[in-house]
């Protein structure tokens, strides 16, 4: 495992006042309503909201339970998680992410970061995987200039950066500034989501006794509308997925990965994620030792209806076969499978539309058609980072010398 969750959202602000922390516990609830069995954490670094006083749930909280310590997620109200207190350690970009790491959340972490030029909110700017930022009405965009200098500095890129101007400061706001703003926003490649943050007379009055200003989808509310849309957004980019290449940057710049995996192209050729959490096998081509990591699950996907499915159940490798014949539109593989009682072999007619390509083109560096005879080792499953681990590099070298021995007759 990365331990890093499965996507972190940070909320942050260029100014004081305008709405983080409601919008941080807000968006939470809404999300909840939209996706009810996606894990979702909630954590605070602005040392003014504690998401324990939204969340909690009393019984749990009885006892003085100092429960920010333990450095762990609660289990709270509407069914999410939150970590009671405010996180007020100060930590660099790299500690940060380490931090996160160790929480060891397989969800989707809501984070308010509060003012954006506090040290603790630069820290977590560079663990976004998506980042909205509040600014102020037709707040000028140069203002967000630094976030977005931060934002980039932690890999990530300015398309996952979104702006929402809050009039909660700025009632006069016209829709001239806001359109101003959006153009000026656009022309500097950033996104302004539709919609602004509005002060709300009756919050305290429809919002849930818990914290006192959670709505809980109150249609009369004029917010309403915009948290219902916000969090529809952020949940298609959380189903998106991170963007690999920024998460990769980062498990290199905080020294994540071992050497070797410069070797290994990690990124999964059939869903293009990263191939670190969940059960990953290691992929190699002989005589060429290119190597690569595919998840589990999207090769079970590819292998399915060939007869061998079953032996991602075992601890043997299967071997795919190239450079056979083309049969038309397809090119042919061969599938080979070790069992107790010898090899198994599944003939497997490939097209460039299918899923064969990708993953022989890494493999190989040619597409289906233009192979020579070649040999493409999928080892045996391994639990996320495992897979990178030189004691798996030991065994892997044993089982491949034996590959090479007991196919040498039946490819010849
Ligand atoms: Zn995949």
């Known amino acids: 495992m990365t331990g890093a969750p499965s996507f972190v959202i940070v909320l942050t602000a260029t100014a004081p006042g305008l709405g983080c922390s409601t919008l941080t516990a807000n968006l939470g609830v809404y999300l909840r309503a939209l996706a009810e069995d996606m894990p979702l954490g909630v954590i605070s670094l602005d040392a003014a909201f504690d998401p324990a006083g939204f969340f909690s749930l009393t019984s749990i909280t009885q006892g003085g339970d100092s429960v920010a310590e333990t450095e762990s997620l609660h289990w709270g109200q509407f069914g999410l998680h939150y970590l009671a207190q405010a996180v007020t350690a100060e930590r660099d970009a790299a500690q940060f992410r380490r ?187 002989l005589p060429q030792r290119r190597r690569l990591l595919i998840h589990a699950c999207c090769l079970k996907l590819l292998i399915v209806g060939t007869g061998l499915e079953s032996f991602q159940q075992t601890h043997q490798p299967a071997v795919l076969e190239l450079g056979r014949d083309t049969l038309g539109e397809a090119a042919e593989l061969k599938l080979w499978v070790k069992t107790c009682v010898g090899y198994e072999v599944a003939t497997i007619e490939a097209d460039d539309e299918s899923g064969w390509q990708p993953l022989v083109k890494l493999a190989t560096g040619k597409t289906l058609r233009e192979q020579f005879p070649t040999l493409v080792v999928i080892y045996p499953a391994k639990e996320g980072m495992q897979v990178l681990a030189a004691s798996w590099a030991a065994e892997r070298a044993k089982l491949r010398h034996q590959i090479r021995m007991e196919l040498a007759a039946d490819l010849a």
């Open 99 to 285: 931090w996160l790491g160790r929480l060891n959340y397989d969800g989707v972490l809501l984070i308010d970061a509060g003012q954006a030029d506090s040290h603790r909110a630069q820290a977590a700017i560079q663990a976004a995987d998506l980042l909205l930022v509040a600014l102020p009405g037709a707040g000028n965009p140069r203002q967000l200039m630094g976030v977005r200098q931060t934002f980039r500095a932690g890999g990530a890129n300015e398309k996952f950066l979104w702006l929402l101007p809050s009039l909660l400061q700025d009632v006069q706001c016209s829709v001239e500034a806001l359109n101003g703003l959006r153009f000026a926003a656009g022309e500097r490649g950033l996104q302004v989501v539709p919609g602004e943050f509005l002060s709300e007379a009756a919050v305290a009055a429809i919002a849930a006794q818990v914290g006192g200003s959670i709505l809980t989808r109150a249609r009369e509310s004029c917010a309403h509308e915009l948290l219902f849309n916000l969090a529809r957004q952020l949940l298609d980019a959380v189903q998106a997925g991170p963007d690999p290449a920024c998460r990769l940057q980062r498990l290199w710049q905080d020294a994540l990965l071992p050497r070797p995996a410069r070797r290994v192209a990690l990124r999964c050729p059939l869903c293009d994620q990263l191939a670190l959490t969940g059960a990953v096998h290691y992929v190699e081509s």
